[in-house]
């Protein structure tokens, strides 16, 4: 046990909620604290100089969404672009809905939240923060913490450690920390790697690129269409209002990704065969569909999209090529593969992911002993055991993360004002005595879903239990039916009132 610096000898400023990041899940978040609890005070601290998270941190070529912004934007707030969008059109979109609803005089920038301390005495967290413009040190006390900080660790990418990298002679990027004086016009560039990052990256660069090659340990599938969606073009051309625009497409996509997701499940090699066909439309019959063929179900991990087919348009144009095989090493010219061929590159991109950041790096302690994230069980999805009046955000993997969010708001939401009815000062999930003994299992299931930075992280998650509530359901289509429908006062969220406190202090 450490020892504790009580609450009230700090000077913190006081907030009833501290809203814990300033990208799409704390911008949604304060959405629904202003609608569904105008009473309470709540902060937002950002560690960046402004709001956007993920769209404000990526700087590479072509940055775009790889969900559809029907379902990826926000319930509350229509969207009205092409549904894969740019990362300066989703800050714009975003920009308007804190503009819209005064969410800026929330948000405190260059706030870096480093350490969060539960005190059961006072019943509220006091959390220490680092003005990073200033240097110094400031507090917040909060009865309800809410983490929206993201899931990955923004400062620095995932980049695997290969031979001979130091030999190579031209410099070597992730395309999460882009540097702005790239200078790539007329140059050979090899991006390593597969998903919608180097699909993304492949088509934006090629021409301004001598040639670009896309080299793939493991084949990802694609998904190809026009960046339009017909049924919003068909409703705007008889004059529908905009908020019914998107409510009804929003509709729309979620029930034909639905028919997707069973298709996948129990019919993989059709929805297999409709994706190559797709392809095929670009690429002809006579293409290798081996660089396009994984060795795992469809929809086993994210299918990422390609918009009007831009990445396989590239590969028929000639300015882009693809190679699937091992690296053996790295050389002073490029990349030597483990079937011998030797990749020349001037500049090499590893778009090889992101590492998973468990609660932004922060330090969390409950009435001093410190929460290991990893030994909790996770509530629902939301909140961990053990862990009092904190709720975190994580979205969906398969489905536009933000349909989880909206959802994930509600509750919370409910969550604030059935504590203020009760009396209550706290709600904690803790296991029932008949529960004490339940399994701990991996966040979510290999064998449901895979990428790799997921199972390089799974040992530094949340646990789930052996049944509900200790369970993430990772399935939209599942959940939706639950979350909005979940008792508050099921015997596993145990709330201390003025009556209980008294009872045991």
Known sequence: MQNVTPISNTT?????????????????AAHHLLEKCPGKRFVM????????????????????????????????????????????????????????????????????????SWDSQAQRWLVEVEQLDSGNTVFFSTQFLWMCQGYYRHEKGYTPTWQG?????????????????????????????????????VPAMAGDCEHVTMLQRSPTYFWTGENRNELADRLRA?????????????????????????????????????????????????FDMTHFTPSYRPWQQRLAFVPDGDLFEGIKSGKVSVVTDHIDRFTDKGVLTKSGELLEADIIITATGFDISIMGGIEFDVDGEAVDFAKTYTYRGFMNSGVPNMSYMFGYLRASWTMRVDMVCDVVCRLLNHMDEQGASSVTPLPLESEKDMGMHPWIAEEEFNPGY???????????????????????????????KLDLDEPQLCYTTTRTRAMTG
């Open 454 to 484: 997921l199972k390089r992280s799974l040992h530094l998650m949340p646990k789930q239990g052996d049944h509900a509530p200790w369970t993430y359901i990772a399935d939209y289509y599942v959940e939706r039916d639950i979350l909005p």
């Open 165 to 201: 990298m130091d030999d190579f002679t031209g410099p070597i990027v992730h395309p999460q920390t882009w540097p702005e004086d790239l200078d790539y016009k007329g140059k050979r560039v090899l991006v390593i790697g597969s998903g919608a990052t180097a699909a993304t990256l």
């Open 45 to 116: 601290l950002e560690n960046k100089e402004s709001f956007g998270g993920t769209w404000r941190q990526h700087t590479y070529p072509g940055i775009r969404s790889d969900s559809d912004l029907y379902t990826f934007g926000y319930g509350f707030k229509p969207w009205g672009g092409n549904p894969i969008a740019e990362a300066s059109a989703i800050l714009n979109y975003m920009g308007e809905a804190i503009e819209e609803e005064h969410i800026d005089e929330h948000i405190r920038y260059s706030h870096q939240v480093r350490k969060a």
């Open 12 to 28: 913190a400023e006081n907030v009833d909620v501290l809203i814990v990041g300033a990208g799409i899940s704390g911008v949604g």
């Open 238 to 286: 008889l004059n529908v209002d905009e908020a019914t625009v998107h409510d009804i497409v929003r509709r729309d996509i979620l029930k034909m990704h639905e028919e997707i997701q069973h298709l996948a499940m129990h019919e993989p090699e059709l929805v297999k065969q409709e994706l190559f066909s797709v392809i095929r439309e670009h690429l002809g019959d006579d």
